[in-house]
């Protein structure tokens, strides 16, 4: 979503390097590059005003510290305001002393309210809650049934006593759910309100009635990011109507500019609470300002890429296929490599993983991932046999073949791919043996060489050909120096220096030089 508005961030910065100091030109000319690329991402025109005074400010007044470039001055700052226009801090759900805690959904319809019902039910599901899904939504067609099959994927409960399409008092159904939670030990109620294509009397008199009955802890205004400025004014009617405690953000896996993002919450004085980026389930986690700003200035977002890999990623077994790959030992095969890609997989689209990695916007394509070719690796893998993936030094011509037809790729496609898993595995195997002996990492094993080096009786015969031919001829073999690695013994410097001498062809070149005339 914050593509354009990342890469016109990114080229400004990029002007500034080569700069040794900032001078006050140099502050009005990036404030002008970063005004233009706010209003191209459809920031609210108060919020950008305010936004560049603040930057302009705090880069011409504050001292700006000798140990960072221009560029990174203006990074700093930059992300600051960022975190400031986004709410600040991370803003949690606040739940009721005495259950349950009622969470109230509003918006139009089409933000996708009924999909965060789910996905919100799962995540409390996951945070330990026994959360129950109400249907108060009666008014969109099959909008009943839709929230019951999201309520059967997220595994919570679901609470729709009338059907829905147009038949039903919501108002009551709001109430009523309440004591139904009380009775059957449910401790978060999420209630679905109906939505309107846009702001009238009877949806805010309908929202207004269901929040005076029901008193939620938190109500939260579901917000479509694609629909840009809109966003904003509907947001302020809400406030004004019903009253909203926080906001939740969903599509921002769209290509809209983001404009909403960063508006809202500094326009309404609400912060942002959630954010929904996907389809999925999972697609769905708080918000975190400081965490925004940073992928918006291409810093990437390290902190979430490592709490979804947590969370997709079996540590035991993600363990053992390490320890298999850096031992060197060709134990490490195409099954645990395909368990580790089911497990990347699982935590979203490639292009999104990727952008959460710090410097990754710079690399042209970055985010045009083509997962089809992810898709293509899993086919020929699972073309193959057991032994074959365990094994794919085994893999001759016809099998190729074979594996080629079996996933519809080319032979080409096949050989690539085991090319490159017998590179990577080879380096990594390398990697292990440099790295071995420290902690936490597979021993270093003996090659062949040094197997080969052993005699009959399995004693270790050394490399140095003095000691290994004192060693096979039964003399005793020449201690090393007690202090190897430090200063010799100054007596012991001296005699060598005594007799050492010069082979003679190096002293006669010596000699002619010093008798050439200077």
């Not at 500034?16 to 991402?41: M, Q, V, Y």
């Not at 930057?55 to 960022?82: F, T, W």
């Not at 008092?169 to 939505?195: N, Y």
């Not at 368990?339 to 970055?366: D, E, V």
Request: hydrophobic share 45%.
């Amino acid at each position: 979503m914050f593509d354009t508005l990342q890469e016109r961030l990114a080229s400004t910065f990029r002007a500034l390097r080569g700069k040794g100091r900032l001078t006050d030109a140099d502050i009005d000319a990036t404030a002008r590059e970063i005004r233009i690329a706010l209003l191209e991402a459809d920031v609210n025109l108060s919020v950008v005003k305010q936004f560049i005074a603040e930057v302009k400010e705090q880069a011409h007044g504050a001292e700006l510290s000798r140990a960072l470039n221009p560029s990174q001055q203006i990074i700093k700052i930059v992300n600051a305001a960022l975190i400031e226009v986004l709410g600040g801090q991370t803003r949690l759900v606040r739940f009721a002393k005495q259950p349950p805690t009622v969470i109230m959904l509003a918006g139009l319809q089409g933000a996708g309210k009924t999909t965060l019902a789910g996905k919100l039910g799962a995540w409390l599901k996951e945070q330990g809650h026994s959360p129950l899904l109400v249907a108060a939504d009666l008014q969109r067609p099959n909008a009943v049934q839709q929230l019951q099959v999201m309520a059967e994927r997220a595994k919570v409960g679901v609470y729709a006593p009338q059907p829905g399409n147009g038949v039903g008092d919501p108002i009551q159904v709001a109430k009523d759910s309440i004591e139904h939670a009380r009775q059957k030990l449910f401790d978060v109620i999420v209630i679905d309100t109906a939505g309107r294509l846009g702001v009238d009397d009877e949806l805010m008199r309908q929202a207004s009635m269901i929040k005076a009955l029901t008193r939620p802890d938190e109500t939260l205004f579901v917000v479509d990011a694609m629909i840009g400025q809109d966003a904003v004014n509907t947001a302020l009617a809400f406030e004004r109507g019903v009253g909203i405690d926080g906001v939740v953000l969903t599509k921002l896996d769209g290509d809209a500019r983001g404009g909403a993002a960063l508006s809202i919450a500094k326009v309404i004085g609400k912060p942002i609470m959630f954010a929904s980026n996907g389809e999925r389930l999972a697609d769905f986690d708080v918000f975190h300002p400081d965490r925004m700003a940073s992928r918006i200035l291409g810093m990437g977002d390290m902190l979430t890429l490592i709490e979804q890999a947590e969370k997709a990623f079996d540590a035991e077994q993600s363990q053992a296929a390490a320890e298999k790959l850096l031992a060197g030992r060709g134990e490490f095969g195409l099954d645990d490599f395909l368990s580790q890609l089911k497990a990347m997989r699982s935590m979203g689209p490639l292009s999104k993983i990727f952008g959460m990695i710090p410097g990754a916007s710079q690399f042209t394509g970055a985010g045009e991932i083509d997962e089809r070719e992810v898709d293509r690796i899993e086919a020929i893998i699972y073309s193959m046999t057991p032994a074959e993936r365990a094994d794919v030094s085994i893999l001759n011509g016809s099998r190729r073949s074979r594996i080629a037809r079996g996933a519809g790729v080319t032979v080409r496609d096949v050989n690539d791919l085991v090319n490159r898993f017998s590179e990577a595995r080879k380096l990594m195997a390398q990697m292990g043996r440099m790295m071995g002996g420290m902690p936490g990492l597979p021993a270093r094993q003996p090659g062949k060489q040094q197997q080969a080096r052993k005699g009959k009786s399995g004693r270790k015969v050394s490399g140095n050909p003095a000691k290994r031919a004192a060693a096979l001829a039964g003399r005793p073999v020449p201690e090393p120096a007690t202090n190897p690695g430090l200063a010799p013994d100054p007596s012991e410097l001296a005699a060598a220096m005594d007799s050492f001498a010069l082979p003679p062809e190096l002293q006669q070149m010596f000699n002619q030089q010093t008798k050439r005339p200077r």
